[in-house]
């Protein structure tokens, strides 16, 4: 208690110092107060010096505020101010104090670790998820501070230089973050482009010297796998790789801190934050498969790959109830997130995990993947009960009954819809409670067509379920939900033959899914709209809605890009090939708007590939 009590003392005799000399006028710039703070003050006693602080600056605030004299009240207002200048530059001093003993903390673990580890170690002081995220200035810091420890091309030696490089890189594409957006339309926003040509990649591949960034950036810019790249790298050094991984992290982090701030569309914002993580992420993942999971460098790209979905999941606009982004385009991330599936079994039980399993899930039945997106689901929600994460769990109940769907087990999809409805409503979740108001009017409708069912009030039940998500979803603004809403019910429409009513909800889900940006919905809503139109004999709009919706869920790797490919060859079947090829071109500018024209000479060759096998 004596010691406490005697550096009380000591740090009150150095405020009332700085607050004496201050009122005498030796005191000339708040960057004196600064360091005198900074050699008075020692790191671990700060809790004592802002005691000591706030017990003198209440003091002079009383004694302004009750003084009566004029020339005393005066001199409390002076000293009062210089309080609170030390104030300021003790907030200021502690931060440096942070930086400090950071940048201390990474030089001894980095130089202390084991040559084997100390990579890892490395990664575990850039890790984005960390307290205490190092700046530009403090990683130069870090990498001056580590010079003493190193020999010649020693792995600490390295370090230091992968450190520099990689930042002097990302100040080089720092003014070049998002200049690629401007080259294309606001619609194709997003990290597709002409391969080679445009996007980020190409645009990032101008910038920097390094080569081996420049043939990463290279490979991505013609849409080739990063796996590819990876594979080819025999001779990667330590410094190289940990440029690289810097200017991954910087750019992703920059395009994620751009994205979240353009208020004038907060959507469109978090969808590409959304695709950018994913986007990153997926190359990570590559380049620990093509690196070897078994290596160093192989295991360090998956140990980034986790800190980049452990982070992702921690964001408020996380998609608990989507997956497929249509910014998150190229061909070679067509079945993009199965690459995250191997580095998550290595990882136990956390919410993270079930999160992102939430999300390959969904991906998975938007392959057509079924029984794998339900053993996906079925460990998130096991994980997510287990954690305490409510909104997953619910999530994957939801997803779970849509999947039962899809594997035509009605029974069992109304089971789990029912239970996502119970917990919903008690644990207030209003979009879990959404979606399985969705998912049990669907599961009914679904369950009654295939027992042939045909009283109107089974589906009028089902229906007003369907109703009740969508006035919901309205209500509480989730995009997302309300099209698997409308969607729904275009369905269910369409399933008791109300094919007019059926393209009022399927056009306004298609709509809905544009704004989402889920490529799967907007895919599947096209080809209902095929179908109802087909059922209205309006031969021109079903060739129009179905090479649309066959087309983008060929693109996304869906099996259920045939379903429409099937009818539009009863169509053609039905008018002939003259007939068909006059209607497919007179759509044919509406077609290039959505998908290019890259995209509308492939509709044939789909269609060819369909007819053969």
Same mark, same amino acid.
């Given at each position: 208690?004596?010691?406490?009590?005697?550096?009380?003392?000591?740090?009150?005799?150095?405020?009332?110092?700085?607050?004496?000399?201050?009122?005498?006028?030796?005191?000339?710039?708040?960057?004196?107060?600064?360091?005198?703070?900074?050699? &008075?003050?020692?790191?671990?006693?700060?809790?004592?010096?802002?005691?000591?602080?706030?017990?003198?600056?209440?003091?002079?605030?009383?004694?302004?505020d009750?003084?009566?004299?004029?020339?005393?009240?005066?001199?409390?207002?002076?000293? $009062?101010?210089?309080?609170?200048?030390?104030?300021?530059?003790?907030?200021?001093?502690?931060?440096q104090?942070?930086?400090?003993?950071?940048?201390?903390?990474?030089?001894?673990?980095?130089?202390? +670790?084991?040559?084997e580890?100390?990579? /890892?170690?490395?990664?575990?002081?850039?890790?984005p998820?960390?307290?205490?995220?190092?700046?530009?200035?403090?990683?130069?810091?870090?990498?001056?501070?580590?010079?003493?420890?190193?020999?010649?091309?020693?792995?600490?030696?390295?370090?230091?230089? =992968?450190?520099?490089?990689?930042?002097?890189?990302?100040?080089?594409?720092?003014?070049?973050?998002?200049?690629?957006?401007?080259?294309?339309?606001?619609?194709?926003?997003?990290? =597709?482009?002409?391969?080679?040509?445009?996007g980020? %990649?190409?645009? %990032?591949?101008?910038?920097?010297?390094?080569?081996?960034?420049?043939?990463?950036?290279?490979?991505l810019?013609m849409?080739?796998?990063?796996?590819?790249?990876?594979?080819?790298?025999?001779?990667? @050094? $330590?410094?190289? %790789?940990?440029?690289?991984?810097?200017i991954?992290?910087?750019?992703?982090? &920059?395009?994620?801190?751009w994205? /979240?701030?353009?208020?004038?569309?907060?959507?469109?914002?978090?969808?590409?934050?959304?695709s950018?993580?994913? @986007?990153?992420?997926?190359i %990570?993942?590559?380049?620990?498969s093509g690196?070897?999971?078994?290596?160093?460098?192989?295991? +360090?790209?998956?140990?980034?790959?986790l800190?980049?979905?452990?982070?992702?999941?921690?964001?408020?606009?996380?998609?608990?109830?989507?997956?497929?982004?249509?910014s998150?385009? =190229?061909?070679?991330?067509?079945?993009? $997130?199965?690459?995250?599936? *191997?580095?998550?079994?290595?990882?136990?039980?956390?919410?993270?995990?079930?999160?992102i #399993?939430?999300?390959?899930?969904?991906?998975?039945?938007?392959?057509?993947?079924?029984?794998?997106?339900?053993?996906?689901h079925?460990?998130?929600?096991?994980?997510?009960?287990?954690?305490?994460?409510?909104?997953?769990?619910?999530?994957?109940?939801?997803?779970l009954?849509?999947?039962?769907?899809?594997?035509?087990?009605?029974?069992?999809?109304?089971?789990?819809?029912?239970?996502?409805l119970?917990?919903?409503?008690?644990a207030?979740?209003?979009?879990?409670?959404?979606?399985?108001?969705?998912?049990?009017?669907?599961?009914?409708v679904?369950?009654?067509?295939q027992?042939?069912?045909?009283?109107?009030?089974?589906?009028?039940?089902?229906?007003?379920?369907?109703?009740?998500g969508?006035?919901?979803?309205?209500r509480?603004?989730?995009?997302?939900?309300?099209?698997?809403c409308?969607?729904?019910? &275009?369905?269910?429409?369409? !399933?008791?033959?109300?094919?007019?009513?059926?393209?009022?909800?399927?056009?306004?889900?298609?709509?809905t899914?544009? !704004?989402s940006?889920?490529?799967?919905?907007?895919?599947?809503?096209?080809?209902?709209?095929?179908?109802?139109?087909?059922?209205?004999q309006?031969?021109?709009?079903?060739?129009?809605?179905?090479?649309?919706?066959?087309?983008? #869920?060929?693109?996304?790797?869906?099996?259920e890009?045939?379903?429409?490919a099937?009818?539009?060859?009863?169509?053609?079947?039905?008018? =002939?090939s003259?007939?068909?090829?006059h209607?497919?071109?007179?759509?044919?500018?509406?077609?290039?708007?959505?998908?290019? !024209?890259?995209?509308?000479?492939?509709?044939?060759?789909?269609?060819?590939?369909?007819? *053969?096998?």
């Open positions: 208690m004596s010691d406490s009590l005697s550096l009380r003392d000591r740090y009150l005799a150095l405020i009332d110092e700085i607050v004496q000399n201050t009122l005498k006028g030796k005191v000339s710039s708040q960057e004196q107060v600064y360091q005198m703070l900074l050699k &008075g003050v020692t790191t671990d006693t700060g809790e004592v010096f802002e005691l000591a602080l706030s017990e003198r600056l209440n003091s002079t605030q009383q004694q302004v009750t003084e009566i004299d004029v020339l005393k009240q005066a001199k409390a207002t002076r000293s $009062l101010r210089a309080l609170k200048t030390i104030q300021t530059q003790w907030q200021r001093a502690q931060e104090n942070k930086a400090n003993y950071a940048i201390g903390s990474a030089v001894k673990d980095i130089t202390t +670790a084991t040559a580890a100390r990579l /890892d170690v490395f990664l575990s002081v850039i890790d998820n960390q307290k205490y995220l190092l700046s530009v200035q403090q990683l130069q810091q870090l990498s001056k501070s580590l010079q003493p420890f190193a020999q010649a091309d020693s792995d600490l030696q390295q370090i230091s230089d =992968g450190i520099i490089r990689g930042l002097a890189s990302w100040q080089r594409l720092q003014d070049h973050l998002v200049s690629w957006m401007y080259e294309q339309s606001r619609e194709s926003l997003g990290f =597709g482009g002409v391969p080679g040509e445009r980020p %990649w190409a645009t %990032w591949a101008k910038q920097v010297n390094s080569e081996l960034p420049k043939a990463l950036f290279r490979t810019a849409e080739k796998s990063a796996l590819e790249f990876a594979q080819q790298q025999r001779n990667i @050094t $330590l410094g190289e %790789w940990v440029e690289m991984a810097l991954l992290q910087y750019l992703q982090r &920059g395009l994620v801190n994205f /979240d701030q353009q208020a004038y569309n907060i959507q469109a914002g978090s969808k590409l934050s959304i950018t993580f994913l @986007t990153f992420a997926v %990570w993942s590559q380049l620990a690196l070897g999971e078994g290596t160093p460098f192989g295991q +360090a790209s998956s140990q980034v790959l800190q980049t979905l452990r982070n992702f999941t921690q964001r408020p606009y996380f998609p608990l109830y989507g997956g497929i982004f249509a998150f385009s =190229g061909t070679y991330l067509r079945n993009a $997130l199965s690459y995250l599936d *191997e580095p998550l079994r290595r990882v136990n039980g956390t919410q993270e995990k079930a999160r #399993l939430t999300l390959l899930g969904y991906s998975q039945r938007a392959l057509g993947q079924y029984d794998r997106s339900a053993q996906f079925q460990q998130a929600l096991d994980i997510a009960r287990l954690a305490g994460d409510r909104s997953c769990e619910i999530a994957n109940l939801n997803h009954s849509r999947t039962y769907v899809n594997k035509e087990n009605y029974a069992e999809a109304i089971n789990y819809s029912q239970r996502a119970i917990l919903s409503r008690q207030g979740d209003r979009t879990g409670e959404a979606n399985a108001l969705v998912n049990l009017g669907y599961s009914e679904m369950q009654a067509q027992l042939e069912q045909i009283e109107p009030e089974t589906y009028e039940t089902a229906i007003n379920y369907l109703q009740q969508l006035t919901l979803s309205e509480l603004g989730d995009i997302q939900s309300k099209a698997l409308v969607s729904s019910l &275009g369905i269910a429409h369409l !399933v008791i033959e109300q094919p007019q009513t059926a393209i009022k909800y399927l056009e306004d889900g298609f709509k899914a544009q !704004v940006g889920d490529l799967y919905l907007q895919g599947l809503n096209l080809a209902n709209l095929s179908e109802a139109y087909d059922h209205l309006n031969q021109d709009k079903s060739i129009y809605t179905g090479c649309l919706g066959m087309y983008l #869920l060929n693109q996304i790797g869906s099996r890009w045939r379903k429409p099937r009818l539009l060859m009863i169509v053609h079947g039905q008018i =002939g003259e007939a068909f090829q209607l497919l071109q007179q759509h044919r500018s509406k077609i290039i708007s959505v998908i290019g !024209v890259d995209g509308y000479d492939y509709i044939p060759k789909l269609l060819e590939e369909y007819r *053969e096998n």
